[in-house]
């Protein structure tokens, strides 16, 4: 499969949602996938399980799963816009956890996925959120790992549903500074988990 892996640095959220469609349905028409990694500009984002009191001006609404959850500085978004290696759901999800939980091994940590397919924790934090849509065995959206943020913007909702302060980030959980280079060179090096179905997971 090829896929190419690129480091889109700082962007705002909204005009790389449209990007990202469009992509999803050049992919879909058997364009290659692409691997985006980004650190995006404040935003909170709405998945589908959301309920509707809790979506309030200013939240996007999108068509992944999941409630509620921020994406901002100090946070590596990725997104694999590809195709699955196998057409089956759950080891799709299961391969985006692994992929979350080997970026912290490489940083001598030990996490492990949530029980519903939903993030990646370690110490019982929460410092990686999942979210995904999946069409014609394509994926759209991903996964938001915390490396160095702000923890107040949680605050103000209950990300994927749970306490604000179940979360966390890699930098915290390593007791040093990770940078963002530090963390999408672990991400890139990692991708192998989420494009060959003979990974182990």
């Known amino acids: 499969m090829a896929v190419e892996v690129e480091n889109l640095g700082q962007k705002p959220y909204e005009p ?26 404040p935003v909170y984002t709405a998945g589908r399980a959301t309920p ?19 994406h901002g500085p100090g946070q590596l978004t990725i997104y694999p816009i590809v195709r ?7 080891d799709w999800l299961k391969r985006i956890e692994t992929y979350g939980v080997r970026i912290a091994e490489a940083l001598g940590l030990e ?12 110490a019982g934090r929460k410092f990686a959120s999942i979210g995904v849509a999946v069409k014609r065995w394509v994926n759209l959206h991903g996964i938001g790992v915390n490396v160095t943020v702000d923890k107040a913007p949680w605050q103000k909702v209950r990300p994927c549903g749970l306490s604000p302060d179940i979360m966390t980030d890699l930098s915290t959980a390593a007791g040093r500074a990770v940078s963002m280079q530090e963390a999408a060179e672990h991400a890139t090096a990692a991708v192998s988990v989420l494009l060959d179905p003979s990974d182990p997971l």
């Open 16 to 41: 790389l949602l449209l990007q990202m469609r469009e992509l999803h349905e050049a992919v879909q028409r058997g364009a290659d996938g692409r691997i985006w990694l980004v650190e995006h500009e």
């Open 52 to 70: 509707k009191h809790e979506i309030t001006e200013g939240i996007v609404e999108i068509e992944r799963g999941g409630q509620i959850t921020y």
């Open 84 to 90: 699955l290696p196998k057409r089956d759901l759950r």
């Open 111 to 122: 996490a492990e996925p949530s029980v519903d397919g939903t993030g990646v924790f370690v």
